[in-house]
């Protein structure tokens, strides 16, 4: 056995670990993740496939279920590890094989910025055009074309790819407290602002009510069992749950913040960031007569479309594709923290040296999904090409097993007493009857449900 000096480290204590500074750090940081392309771009293009508001119905069904339970659960395990995801694993069970669950949520955070980074790409670049006044046209099919040769060429999207991954790699260099945390409480307020003056522009359009009964007045013949699969898959990378993300925030929490409130507020107000981009989407399109269900291109051929055709179009352009570049680089910076501070912690490397490696990685792997819109697009793997194999196998298959996992990790192999003193803060927080609603749900109802979303994912169970 070795003895108690030869383990103490000879060397000087390492510094403290930074961790977030006040409850609105906290906050702003989470919802910086939460918030991004998901609400802008994804979850009005599935809504406007999906019928509407019975998804969105569905869709927030999920979220305050499932979401908030793994949300919850990944702040736990973090928070009582003080460790980032593979070190809280091995922390709270040594010597077991749960340190591989941690191991995905990275390989997993590598898939997801791939993709994302490359419509981030997309949006960068539709900002400065739209900026620059270069993004107007005055026939609908020109926007088709113009996205259509945008994304055929090799070189542009690349380009934007890489500045869009600059840009998270500078946030991430300057630390938790002084990027991550300083960057989003000042951009969030920014974005909400913006993005109120679109519903407002919306709101007041002839015809926005068509618009506005799409998304509120649900017609529930619409509901298969796809839809749920799909709004349980789009809740997950909603609140950037499911791969080690607000496991690794969760580190960064004092033992004096209430985690279930800051986890419900999160969700609360990243679902009304959804709502209100969907305020800002669908009155428009109805009013221009044109149609919802367009799918991913709804954000880059709609919008412009729909925008330019209206007084102040160019304004209000401008700002949407601003306000989305500012979401989108919000997750970003959580998604590339996770390896980073992997490497940091775990494998002792610098953080310039972590950031850098990571971003490397990402912008090799990153650039064969970017490819996939011209070069690559005829290259196919398991039927799809690379951008929609990343987003397929992320979000449908490692964000639900890593929501298992979680699931399983806190209710099986934590105590129950180690759940009610981190939910409760060691019985300081008068909020029982809660945490007992949470424990029934990371015990049985999250993880029942997920299991029969991802068999079904797997083809192995037909809903
Ligand atoms: N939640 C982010 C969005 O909606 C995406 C994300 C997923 C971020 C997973 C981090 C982790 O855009």
């Known amino acids: ?36 392309l998901g609400n802008i771009w994804k979850f009005p293009y599935m809504t406007g496939q999906n019928g509407g508001a019975a998804f969105l119905f569905i869709y927030i069904v999920c979220v305050t279920v499932v979401g908030l339970t ?24 040594p010597g077991s094989k749960w340190y591989l669950a941690g191991t995905s949520n990275i390989l997993a955070a590598f898939l997801i910025m791939a993709f994302y980074t490359t419509v981030a790409g997309w949006v960068y670049a539709y900002a400065f055009q739209a900026m620059t006044g270069s993004l107007s046209f005055s026939r ?63 709101l007041t359009l002839d015809g926005a009510s068509a618009g506005l009964a799409f998304l509120f007045k649900p017609d529930f013949s619409k509901i298969t069992g796809v839809t749920i699969l799909l709004a349980l898959g789009l809740s997950f990378f ?27 507020k999160v969700m609360f107000s990243d679902t009304l960031v959804s709502i209100l981009a969907g305020i800002a989407i ?32 160019q304004l209000f352009l401008a700002m949407f594709f601003v306000l989305t570049a500012i979401a989108a680089t919000g997750a970003m910076i959580s998604l590339l923290e996770v390896p980073v501070s992997y490497l940091c912690e775990e494998r002792k490397w610098p953080r310039w040296q972590a950031t850098a490696a990571s971003v490397l990685g990402i912008a090799l792997l990153g650039s064969t999904a970017t490819l996939s819109t011209s070069t690559l697009s005829n290259f196919t793997l398991f039927g799809k090409t690379m951008f929609d194999l990343f987003d397929f196998a992320s979000s449908n298959i490692l964000l639900p097993a890593g ?61």
Not at 287 to 310: E, H, K, N, R, Y
Request: hydrophobic share 50%.
């Open 70 to 93: 793994i949300m919850i659960s990944e702040f736990i395990i973090g928070r009582h590890a003080g460790a980032a995801t593979v070190g809280a694993y091995k922390k709270l069970a």
């Open 403 to 463: 929501g298992i996992a979680i699931a399983i990790f806190v209710s099986r192999v934590l105590s129950t007493k180690v759940i009610f003193a981190e939910a409760t803060n060691n019985g300081q927080l008068k909020n029982h009857r809660l945490v007992t609603a949470y424990y029934f749900s990371v015990r049985y109802l999250a993880p029942i449900a997920i299991a029969i979303i991802l068999l079904n994912s797997l083809g192995l169970v037909k809903l």
């Open 238 to 264: 909603k609140l950037s749950v499911g791969m080690g993300t607000m496991t690794t925030y969760g580190s960064y929490i004092d033992k004096n913040q209430n985690l279930i409130s800051t986890a419900a």
């Open 140 to 202: 609908p099919e020109d926007y088709k074309l113009a996205f259509a040769s945008f994304t055929g060429d090799p070189w542009l999207p690349l380009f934007w790819q890489w500045i869009a991954l600059a840009v998270t790699g500078a946030v991430i260099l300057a630390g938790v407290k002084n990027g991550i945390e300083r960057i989003t409480k000042t951009l969030l307020p920014v974005l909400f602002v913006l993005l109120l003056l679109c519903d407002v522009r919306a």
């Open 1 to 36: 056995m070795a003895k108690y000096s030869e383990i103490q480290p000879q060397t000087k204590q390492a510094p403290p670990r930074e961790g977030f500074t006040s409850t609105l750090g906290v906050i702003a940081a989470t919802l910086g993740s939460a918030v991004g």
């Open 282 to 313: 669908f009155p428009a399109v109805f009013a221009f007569g044109f149609q919802p269900d367009a799918g991913p291109s709804l954000l880059f051929l709609t919008i412009p479309m729909v925008f330019s055709s209206m007084p102040l179009g």
